[in-house]
């Protein structure tokens, strides 16, 4: 059965920090993982969506990594902003038939 | 739509009521899945459509959750007999292929508190 674990779950850091989140799964048989940000009360806004074939996938700010062999990912934040405060999470979609999710890292960034 | 809309956002229900939530995909998305959130969890899967098709309700919690999509595109999520162990956030997301090549999209979810 695949798990997906987020370290840590709670992270703070003051404006303008570069920033590692990480994200494993234990079944490296997957299609895709992909990256979500939600807001307090809100749904999920997808961030970034790798291919299994993929090794990263890049959008503005954001970088995400994947090494599918040893069923990790990491969403790199550069210069972060306290407009970056959210729950990150992440999300495989494998051999299950569905997309299983982490429980988040909760992101403070203080100006 | 743009989006994937989902109503309504906030629903309380006294316990023992039957709620019925809405989900309208993006146009055109062929897969669409529920989703519970607890509070400070992340998503569990509930159920998944492929067109009208229920391929997949391993995730319902019980009888008492009840999910259709009867012309391939609107979905309705419905609980009898609502229980406080209900009280979730329920989310709902559509992907245009049969294996989320190209990702997901999120609705903003409905709040369920049971009281």
């Known amino acids: 059965k695949q798990e997906v674990t987020q370290i840590p779950a709670a992270l703070s850091v003051p404006e303008g920090e570069n920033l590692v989140l990480n994200c494993s799964f234990t079944?490296?048989?997957?299609?895709?993982l992909q990256w979500f940000r939600q807001d307090p009360g809100k749904g999920l806004t997808s961030l970034l969506l790798?291919?299994?074939?993929?090794r990263e996938q890049t959008s503005g700010r954001l970088n995400a990594s994947l090494d599918k062999s040893s069923g990790r990912s990491t969403l790199y934040i550069a210069a972060s902003q306290p407009g970056d405060s959210a729950t990150y999470l992440c999300?495989?979609?494998?051999?299950?038939?569905?997309?299983?999710f982490g429980k988040g890292t909760k992101l403070s960034v203080k100006p | 739509g743009a989006g994937v809309s989902q109503s309504p956002r906030y629903k309380v229900a006294k316990r023992g009521q039957d709620v019925a939530l809405r989900c309208d995909p993006i146009?055109?998305?062929?897969?669409l899945f529920w989703y519970q959130q607890a509070l400070g969890q992340g998503p569990e899967f509930l159920t998944y459509?492929?067109?009208?098709?229920?391929?997949?309700k391993s995730g319902l919690p019980s009888d008492r959750f009840f999910a259709e999509r009867p012309e391939g595109s609107v979905s309705t999520l419905k609980i009898q007999r609502t229980q406080q162990e209900d009280s979730a956030v329920y989310l709902c997301?559509?992907?245009?292929?049969?294996?989320?090549?190209?990702?997901?999209?999120f609705g903003s979810g409905t709040r369920l508190t049971v009281v």
């Open positions: 997301a559509s992907s245009l292929s049969d294996r989320a090549r190209y990702g997901y999209t």
């Open positions: 079944d490296s048989a997957i299609y895709n």
């Open positions: 790798i291919q299994s074939s993929q």
């Open positions: 999300a495989v979609w494998g051999s299950q038939g569905n997309l299983i």
């Open positions: 146009s055109g998305h062929v897969s």
């Open positions: 459509f492929q067109n009208e098709a229920q391929l997949d």
